[in-house]
Nanobody, 122 residues
Framework: QVQLGESGGGLVQAGGSLRLSCAAS????????TGWFRQAPGKEREFVAAISRTGTDYADAVTGRFTVSRDNAMKMVYLQMNSLKPEDTAVYYC?????????????????WGQGTQVTVSS
């Protein structure tokens, strides 16, 4: 049974940083694409970043500010978020799907965590 669990969310002032973590179990980590998505109130869930054996990808809104990484041995995925803006406020979700090549549509991901709230104050 695949399980994903996020941690590290919280309240931060604009310009600050947070590091989100996602612990995975029940899967061969290196054979999966792992992604981060976010959903703000009243908005659709949107792609933030993803990492696989073939590389990384980022949404335009976070490029240069966020960095995704993972530890295959520990089955951990991280999202380092710097220069945070109020518009980054959302629930952030970790997701995983089998494969080598990154996909950005939420519907392509089979497994999801419960989410962690990130709030950026102005």
């Amino acid at each position: 049974q695949v399980q994903l669990g996020e941690s590290g969310g919280g309240l931060v002032q604009a310009g600050g940083s947070l590091r989100l973590s996602c612990a995975a179990s029940g899967l061969t980590f290196s054979n999966y694409v792992t992604g981060w998505f976010r959903q703000a109130p009243g908005k659709e869930r949107e792609f933030v970043a993803a990492i696989s054996r073939t590389g990384t990808d980022y949404a335009d809104a976070v490029t240069g500010r966020f960095t995704v990484s993972r530890d295959n041995a520990m089955k951990m995925v991280y999202l380092q978020m710097n220069s945070l803006k109020p518009e980054d406020t959302a629930v952030y979700y970790c997701a995983a799907t089998s494969g080598l090549f990154i996909v950005t549509k939420p519907s392509r991901y089979a497994y999801w965590g419960q989410g962690t709230q990130v709030t950026v104050s102005s």
